[in-house]
């Protein structure tokens, strides 16, 4: 079994029963989910759109390898109705990112992990150190928690209240 972490975002319709959808197809297709990140409730990162998000970071044991775990999430994605267009940055109603798989840094055609922009992100970085910040980034070898620290995103990331 290997550990993993991701981040779920999700900014169109039923935010929370996004989420909830979210969590469950990843329980049946990935593996245990061990821990589960608070709720957190964010402006759009990288775009502008009147939607806010709600985003969580999940930790997940899986057996499929990295390849396997991102076709995988890329069909949760699809079932839930996300369409993977030509923006980059854009509202949908659901996104899945993987954060960290083990320790390892992984460099394939359509794959980058640790997510290469997530020390750049609050909105996953605060939902990371609730439940590991202690982890260390395999590449920048800093524990999660300084990453946060050193974070110059201004978005504003809050709790929410379910």
């Known amino acids: 079994m290997k550990n993993i972490f991701l981040g779920i ?3 169109i319709g039923d935010r929370e029963a996004n989420l909830n959808a979210a969590v469950g197809r990843i329980e049946e297709k990935l ?5 589960s990140s608070s ?3 964010t402006e759009p990162w990288g775009f502008n759109s009147e939607n806010k998000f709600l985003n969580i970071v ?4 899986t057996t499929l390898l990295p390849s396997e775990l991102l076709d995988s999430i890329h069909s949760i994605e699809a079932l839930l109705g996300r369409l993977r ?3 980059q940055y854009s509202s949908r109603v659901i ?3 993987i954060i960290f798989y083990e320790d390892q840094f992984i460099i394939e055609k359509d794959l980058i992990i640790p997510h290469p922009l997530m020390q750049e992100r609050k909105f ?4 990371l150190c609730e439940i590991a910040s202690e982890l260390v980034h395999p590449v920048l070898k800093k524990p999660v928690a300084d990453l946060l620290k050193s974070c110059r995103d201004v978005n504003v990331v809050k709790k929410y209240k379910l």
């Open 39 to 41: 709720v957190y409730e």
């Open 9 to 11: 975002g999700t900014n």
């Open 124 to 127: 996953v970085l605060v939902p």
């Open 58 to 61: 999940v930790e997940v044991e």
């Open 85 to 87: 267009g030509e923006v």
């Open 95 to 97: 996104d899945i990112d």
């Open 31 to 35: 593996g245990h989910v061990i821990k």
